[in-house]
């Protein structure tokens, strides 16, 4: 049996280095990332996008503009690229990597600030692009020390503006949190409305409805989102289709075919293939 992808994202780090950059020169609406959390503080760099972005339950839409959007470690986060359009950078940097050189939530502490403190959106897009690509081919830390210190410098200035209960945005993202790992945990089961509001101590109707609030998008759309790009792992993997609809909760390979074909425009047969090619 295949062992289910966990919720949390871990990033891989090339030569070992704490931290990460690339980019995608041509955004299609397949790129769209789905609800999920991370273990690293994130930068994604956007040109000319249009995009819907939901960070820590909170929704921010771009239509063709150039923005920076800022993720702490483990804050739930899903960009929806709406259009054949843009591009982007991604940084990825690893506190816990960099830790024994560089403690990024002490510094932070020292300015009486912490990760959720943060503005979620800065519009310094060419500054920030520039600052890391400074850095490309460096293994030098050093060197990315110098292009954080100066990146923390363009975040400070909009801190004044966005500072908010911190405590309150904690509460929210670990609530947040532990709906989408128990939706992770029951992935391939039947999925009851009722019982997951139950399980949070809520009614089915304010359930949906603070999750529609928090997130864009449906209960029920996040689940088959989720089981779909889950599914898509699988089939990377080389497992058959059934057996990718099996482990993700899908009853009816029709319908799995169809909903495959809708979310990343090309069927699970066609997707396996063009997976092995690339191997």
Excluded at 18 to 47: C, K, V
Excluded at 93 to 116: C, G, Q, W
Excluded at 126 to 155: A, G, H, N, P, Y
Aim: aromatic residues 14%.
């Amino acid at each position: 049996m295949h062992k289910i992808v966990p919720s949390s994202e871990t990033r891989t780090f090339p030569s070992g280095k704490p931290w990460r950059i690339w980019e995608n020169p041509f955004i299609a609406p397949q790129d769209s990332a789905p609800l999920h959390y991370g273990d690293t503080l994130e930068l994604t760099i956007l040109h000319n996008a249009v995009c819907d972005a939901y960070i820590g339950g909170k929704h921010y839409h771009i239509n063709g503009e150039d923005a920076v959007f800022i993720v702490p470690p483990g804050v739930i986060h899903s960009f929806s690229y709406q259009a054949y359009q843009g591009s982007f950078t991604a940084v990825n940097i690893s506190v816990k990597r960099l830790k024994p050189t560089f403690d990024i939530e002490s510094f932070l502490a020292l300015h009486n600030l912490s990760f959720l403190d943060l503005p979620v959106m800065i519009p310094e897009v060419d500054e920030t692009e520039e600052l890391f690509r400074s850095i490309w081919d460096s293994d030098s830390i050093s060197d990315f020390l110098i292009v954080f210190m100066k990146l923390f410098q363009l975040i400070q200035k909009h801190i004044h503006a966005i500072r908010t209960d911190t405590a309150s945005a904690l509460r929210n993202n670990e609530e947040f949190l532990a709906i989408i790992t128990w939706t992770r945990q029951n992935i391939s089961k039947k999925i009851n409305l009722d019982e997951i509001a139950k399980e949070f101590g809520y009614t089915k109707y304010y359930f949906c409805k603070k999750f529609k609030k928090m997130t864009g998008i449906s209960y029920i759309q996040y689940v088959n989102s989720t089981r779909l790009h889950l599914a898509g792992g699988i089939l990377k993997n080389g497992f058959s289709i059934n057996e990718a609809a099996d482990q993700c909760g899908f009853e009816n390979i029709s319908y799995f075919t169809q909903a495959f074909k809708k979310e990343f425009g090309v069927s699970p047969g066609k997707y396996a293939r063009e997976m092995k090619a690339k191997k």
